[in-house]
């Protein structure tokens, strides 16, 4: 049974195609059901006799998987890309490998290709685009009959335009042609509201061999020395309050709901190899890594889905379009800083599951642009995030490389190469393999820990 909002959804996209238009954007909140209700849509079309094959592009295999297995349910057909199938579901980084003869096999054909999370999608004609994003304004533009973007979060963090989006001038707003907010969600019932805990300290010392110098916040901390806010993440007594924390609100909320779990989003892979030893030593818990570097990191996230496992700690595997509903609480301890990031992650904990606890809960510390982020979470667009030019990001390395298993060869053969996204490359996040970051002090040490809550949408 469809949702409200994906109803509504469909029949404007029909409509919008039967006016003559190719190109329909549709902007909903994470967790509210964006990939069913296309399949549903090109369900909808292959029944009027609009279009004879659908492909899905997607920006990781885990979220590409998904969505094959949504599309094979409700299309009820295997949806691998073989001759016999309705369509198929692949990576925005394979399209680079597509042959010519690809694009004019489907350019016989009347195609829908469903675009996952847009914003990866950046360039126009004649700038320096994204190889996968200068794919799709010269092939798929011209090849597809109709297409539907899909994205929780319509902005990219870099100076690219986005492809297949509207822009008004002179302030290059988004202009979407479907949009369901988090604040409609939640008020539906579709997602769960979000709770934000921003851990703060109020005794702060920085020892170095002359002088002890003292703060009475993390942000005087960063404003008022040369301190990374890599030191914060990686420093022991700060790890060990925000985990306590994260714990002992999931340990309340699986009182209820037995097999709710937890993500703790890591810096890198020996900041997470802390987390799971402070997890396990300190509190006891059962927890599971999944990191870029996992060849068989589709099949540990697969399996955790389904586990009881408590927590599962991520280095780049876990953000937008990961879909494991029993998340409920999540620490976000990455260096990555900006709000695009903050809110894919956010989005893992909000789809709603059956038991009566509902809660998520997100954990982060008390530094300026997450504390701005969290204040800002109940606009569905901010202003920051509303506009083209925004930080100079890259979210994506070309030297963590993959092959992919899909098959894609609709009445052709197509060799699908794949690269698993290092979600966590990003140029101004200060990332590390070694990522105990020394500063020119001897000692850090935080104390008298104390938190503040935002919970988004509550009125009255």
Not at 242 to 271: D, F, P, Y
Not at 341 to 346: I, S
Not at 438 to 450: E, I, K, M, V
């Amino acid at each position: 049974m469809l949702r409200l909002w994906q109803s509504e959804c469909i029949s404007n996209a029909i409509d919008h195609y039967k006016n003559g238009h190719r190109h329909f954007l549709a902007q909903a909140t994470p967790g509210a059901g964006k990939t069913r209700m296309a399949a549903y849509l090109a369900k909808v079309l292959f029944d009027n006799n609009m279009i004879d094959l659908v492909i899905c592009f997607s920006p990781s295999k885990t979220v590409a998987l998904d969505i094959q297995k949504t599309f094979a349910d409700i299309l009820d057909c295997t949806f691998t890309g073989q001759v016999a199938t309705l369509g198929c579901s692949m990576t925005y980084q394979s399209m680079q490998y597509l042959h010519h003869d690809f694009w004019k096999t489907i350019s016989r054909r009347r195609v829908l290709c469903v675009f996952d999370e847009i914003h990866h999608c950046g360039g126009n004609e004649g700038s320096d685009n994204n190889s996968w994003g200068q794919s799709l304004v010269h092939d798929i533009q011209h090849a597809a009959l109709y297409t539907l973007a899909l994205t929780g979060t319509p902005w990219r963090s870099d100076e690219l335009p986005i492809s297949l989006l509207s822009y008004t001038d002179p302030e290059d707003k988004v202009i979407c042609n479907y949009q369901y907010s988090l604040k409609q969600a939640v008020n539906d019932g579709v997602c769960r509201r979000p709770n934000i805990t921003l851990i703060d300290s109020d005794k702060i010392s920085l020892q170095s061999s002359t002088e002890t110098e003292h703060f009475s916040s993390i942000n005087a901390l960063l404003e008022n020395s040369n301190t990374h806010y890599s030191c914060v993440l990686n420093n022991n007594d700060a790890l060990n309050a925000i985990i306590e924390l994260a714990v002992n609100k999931l340990k309340t909320i699986r009182q209820i709901s037995v097999k709710a779990g937890g993500l703790i989003v890591a810096a890198s892979i020996i900041h997470a190899q802390k987390i799971i030893q402070i997890l396990k030593q300190q509190f006891n818990q059962t927890c599971v890594l999944v990191t870029y570097k996992d060849k068989h990191s589709n099949n540990i996230i697969e399996s955790f889905k389904y586990s009881a496992t408590q927590w599962i700690v991520s280095i780049g595997m876990i953000s937008e379009g990961t879909d494991i509903p029993r998340l409920q609480v999540c620490c976000y301890l990455s260096n990555i800083r900006t709000e695009l990031y903050f809110r894919q992650v956010l989005g893992r904990i909000l789809r709603t599951t059956n038991p009566a606890n509902q809660d998520a809960w997100l954990y982060t510390f008390a530094e300026n642009n997450l504390i701005r982020f969290a204040e800002q979470i109940e606009i569905d667009i901010p202003e920051s995030c509303s506009r083209i030019t925004m930080f100079n990001d890259s979210y994506y390395s070309e030297r963590n490389q993959e092959h992919t298993q899909y098959s894609t060869n609709i009445d052709t053969e197509v060799e699908d190469h794949c690269y698993t996204i290092d979600w966590e490359n990003d140029e101004n996040a200060f990332i590390a393999e070694s990522n105990d970051i020394q500063t020119p002090h001897s000692a850090l040490t935080l104390g008298q820990y104390h938190t503040r809550v935002i919970s988004a949408f509550i009125y009255g």
